[in-house]
């Protein structure tokens, strides 16, 4: 999921959620700890390093976390639940709450598109990647739990 937000990012020019998850909680930050914040680490080239980094770590544990429990929960069933759930878990609803906690960055394009045009691209970006992790998830899953 990470290297298909990165090839998005590159080939697309879309503000992942790597890079805007920082820019829509620094605006919860009151500009006097924002800028001892900035002093302490270095700049705001550092800053904003550390907010991509933390936002790539923070996504790799929840997706280990979420692969966790879906291999606790397969286990438990012995069964293949369809698609529709893995789906509904690990694509409809981070979509759904990625839309609505990034929403006023989501307009956010490097190459300059207009602000809807972008938000709609940075969604359908955001679904191919939970699509990817999430097929990626549950056949990886099969193939390494198969007995034959």
Partial sequence: MSFAMLLLAWVF??????VILGDRLSVFISPKPFFWIMGRVGG????KQLGVGSSMLGQV???AIGGMLYG???????????YRWTFLIFVALPLVVSAILLWPVLGTHYGGMPIDAARLISLLGL???FLLFER???LGFDFLTSRG
């Fill in 72 to 82: 606790m929960v397969r286990r438990k069933q012995q069964q293949h639940f369809g």
């Fill in 44 to 47: 705001y080239n550092h800053l």
């Fill in 13 to 18: 020019q879309i503000a992942t959620p790597l």
């Fill in 127 to 129: 679904a191919i990647s």
């Fill in 61 to 63: 544990l929840v997706g």
């Fill in 136 to 138: 990626v998830l549950v």
